[in-house]
């Protein structure tokens, strides 16, 4: 055993190697120049083609200014919430850099717990590598500046060197940006808002940011409480009284945010710049700092193909001036991804950032899918059976009962009650009584009834599976609906790039590809790692796959979709509108591209869905018409040139199983049943506690029902908030919050009057 001398001597020799190294360290950084360390770079992004499509970021909206042009109500809110002991400190803060290597060591964040001058030193750097030799790094330097650099200078470095979000690095174009003043002119409000976007813009900034979490209404409801803890903190500090506190206004109001990417630009390079933070697992703050090139799946010819397309609908379509009532803030959404690899090659997502319109459509989180949900239902009964057909797979030749109001029963045959205790009766759009009908059938002409009893038989939860098998994210189901008989109309949420990738698992013959916008990320020279391309995964049986598409192809010939039978190539496709009509889609595809569309009309003032009956001067809107009109003009341009395949032939699958109603007369086909005198109730119970809600999204006169041809569906109300997707849609982590069916085909050549492609 050693003796304590020795254990002694040891330890003092140890120490005093460290404070040797420390010593020869602190000796060799030098203190970098903030003119030259501070300067961002751009960022570059490229086609598919490897040409360059955007340019951003960099010094073009950085100006540094002096500390006496930096308001003290600045200088006091960046105190006060970022480091409130700055002036008496050295410059670095020991026990935030012990948790910032515990952090590294536990693979976390590193953030957090940096004094001002640690911060500064970091923004100067630009290099935000979670690593211990940059740590190590910015500690030297930082007690470096500490001991020789003045306390202003620090902070007047600080604060012109961080980014505050809207392309603004530094406070003067912070305060351009945000309040179109000089940051000498800022109030204490606007003070103190700049401070808090010091946080980190992504998700404080009330414009929104990238991400699901990082929506208008979460980053607006966030800048708030932190702007009331900043002044909360200020008095806590004495930076600021009590009485000078209750003079403060309220949270101030912003300028409008300004963009200079135009047309679809902006929302491709947001896909793209998301998709690349989640993938290298750094903050959007960083990656916005430059530096980066950064190539996509994104296809120009398709990107402008696309716009065309919902310019011109929306041209022939929408008219704000006479129809102000109904015609206004009307958005369309779209993208297009190749099945065979998930490549996101084309996306539309508004009007423009330079439009002022940020959200991008083609990433919504809240929109309703309606009728294009019930593909995921039959595919889950051609893998796993019903009950009655004691797990079975069945067949799209199976029998269901299609008539209107017709019972819903559980998986032991006992009716659903409505939550006034009686039995729960389903609503087709239309009221013929259609009898037994194939499930072929059904999905031709988007009837609802068979499709709810068929999800209950089933089981909600293998639709479920089956629709997250193919891409879709359980973040977008329908909590309030999953349980819910209701759940089978599609009153689930996913975005127009989700239902794209996922549908292109139908085109692909059950092989399933996660959607992505990013091959290759280069910085400093050498390519990052982590951006191969997707792995196949299998999503289901090829002949349940291939049968699927069999179904919505007959969909396209004969049934609601028949608008887009023309193209000229082989089409698969499904229509879906909503309850109350606050959405209609088209989603489609060929062994070559999947696309979806979705309409929606909505209040930017309170974020919610509202009703499109009346918009464009008709009574209602379906996905067979518009949305299949712009899917159409697309498609048509998107497929030119491509030697486009045969689906295959499915082999044959599952037993015929038959549902014969109660004894009812069978009408003939133009006959139709009275209209009901009123509507079903709710019901209260399902197997697993649902709560649908019968509804009607469309009255038996309206022509776009085409209620001789045995009508369409209507959905649920399946939410309202309108939001973005951000977060996991291939570049989105991946981002608005109706469903059921009411679709209808409209007249082949566009009952708009616009002439055929």
């Given at each position: 055993m050693p003796s304590w001398k020795q254990v002694l001597g040891s330890v003092v020799a140890f120490l005093g190697v460290l404070l040797g190294i420390a010593g020869i360290a602190y000796a060799m950084v030098d203190i970098p120049d903030p003119n030259k360390a501070a300067q961002a770079e751009s960022n570059v992004f490229y086609w598919d083609d490897d040409s360059q499509m955007a340019s951003t970021g960099g010094e073009t909206n950085r100006q540094n200014i002096e500390f006496d042009q930096i308001p003290k109500s600045m200088q006091d809110a960046v105190i006060a919430a970022e480091n409130a002991s700055f002036y008496e400190d050295k410059g670095v803060d020991p026990m935030g850099i012990a948790r910032a290597v515990v952090n590294m060591a536990k693979g976390s964040e590193t953030q957090g717990g940096s004094t001002i001058t640690q911060q500064y030193v970091k923004n100067m750097y630009l290099k935000q590598d979670q690593t211990l030799s940059r740590k190590a790094r910015e500690l030297f330097i930082s007690i470096k500046v500490g001991a020789k650099v003045d306390k202003e200078e620090i902070l007047a470095g600080y604060l012109n060197s961080a980014y505050y979000g809207r392309n603004a690095y530094g406070i003067q174009a912070a305060a351009r940006a945000y309040f179109d003043v000089d940051a000498v002119e800022l109030s204490v409000e606007q003070s103190v808002f700049l401070a808090a976007m010091l946080k980190g813009p992504n998700l404080y900034s009330p414009d929104g940011g990238l991400g699901a979490n990082a929506t208008a209404e979460a980053n607006t409801a966030r800048a708030k409480e932190r702007w009331s803890w900043i002044l909360k903190r200020e008095v806590e500090t004495g930076m600021m009284t009590a009485a000078e506190r209750a003079k403060v206004k309220g949270f101030p109001k912003l300028a409008t945010k300004k963009s200079t990417v135009a047309g679809q630009t902006g929302y491709l390079v947001n896909t793209a710049k998301e998709y690349v933070a989640n993938k290298l697992n750094i903050p959007v703050e960083e990656l916005e700092k430059g530096g980066y090139k950064i190539y996509t799946t994104f296809n120009e010819k398709k990107v402008k193909a696309m716009e065309k397309a919902v310019k011109a609908t929306r041209k022939d379509f929408l008219d704000d001036k006479a129809r102000p009532k109904t015609d206004k803030n009307v958005q369309f959404g779209a993208a297009s991804v190749d099945p065979k690899s998930g490549a996101i090659v084309a996306l539309y997502g508004g009007a423009g950032h330079d439009k002022g319109h940020y959200t991008n459509n083609a990433d919504t989180r809240g929109v309703p899918v309606g009728s294009t949900w019930k593909p995921y239902v039959l595919a889950a009964a051609l893998e796993h059976g019903t009950v009655k057909s004691d797990g079975r797979p069945i067949s799209i030749k199976s029998l269901y009962n299609g008539n209107d109001l017709s019972v819903i029963k559980d998986q032991n045959g006992e009716p659903i009650k409505d939550n006034k205790g009686e039995p729960f009766r389903q609503k087709n759009e239309s009221t013929r009584p259609w009898g037994p009908v194939t499930l072929d059938k059904a999905m031709e002409q988007s009837i609802n009834v068979p499709f709810v009893q068929l999800g209950i038989d089933v089981g909600l939860d293998k639709t479920r599976d089956v629709a997250a098998s193919t891409g879709i994210l359980e973040s977008s189901f329908d909590k309030g609906n999953m349980s819910n008989a209701s759940f089978s109309l599609g009153t689930s949420t996913p975005s127009a790039i989700r239902m794209a990738d996922s549908y292109g698992t139908f085109a692909a013959s059950g092989a399933h590809y996660e959607p992505y916008s990013v091959t290759k990320v280069v910085k400093d020279g050498e390519e990052l790692p982590g951006f191969t391309k997707p792995k196949r995964q299998a999503a289901m049986d090829s002949d349940v796959a291939d049968t699927v598409t069999k179904t919505l192809q007959n969909v396209v010939k004969n049934g609601t979709g028949k608008k887009v039978a023309d193209v000229g190539f082989p089409v698969a496709g499904k229509t879906g509108t909503t309850d109350k009509n606050k959405s209609a889609w088209f989603?489609?595809?060929?062994?070559?591209?999947?696309?979806?569309?979705?309409?929606?009309?909505?209040?930017?003032?309170?974020?919610?869905?509202?009703?499109?009956?009346?918009?464009?001067?008709?009574?209602?809107?379906?996905?067979?018409?518009?949305?299949?009109?712009?899917?159409?003009?697309?498609?048509?341009?998107?497929?030119?040139?491509?030697?486009?395949?045969?689906?295959?032939?499915?082999?044959?699958?599952?037993?015929?199983?038959?549902?014969?109603?109660?004894?009812?007369?069978t009408p003939t086909e133009t006959e139709e049943a009275e209209e009901p005198t009123k509507e079903p109730e709710e019901p209260t119970n399902t197997p697993s506690a649902p709560d649908p809600t019968p509804s009607h999204s469309c009255e038996q006169w309206d022509p776009l029902c085409n209620n001789d041809d045995g009508g369409q569906n209507a959905g649920q109300d399946g939410g309202q908030n309108a939001g973005q997707d951000g977060g996991q849609d291939g570049g989105a982590s991946n981002t608005p919050d109706p469903s059921g069916g009411g679709d209808n085909a409209g007249e082949d050549n566009g009952w708009f009057g616009r002439p055929e492609n």
């Open positions: 989603v489609g595809y060929t062994r070559e591209l999947s696309t979806a569309v979705t309409l929606y009309r909505t209040d930017p003032a309170k974020g919610e869905l509202l009703s499109m009956n009346g918009t464009g001067g008709v009574p209602s809107i379906h996905g067979g018409d518009i949305p299949a009109q712009v899917w159409k003009d697309y498609m048509t341009d998107a497929m030119k040139g491509i030697d486009a395949e045969d689906f295959p032939e499915p082999g044959d699958i599952g037993e015929i199983f038959g549902d014969v109603p109660s004894p009812t007369p």
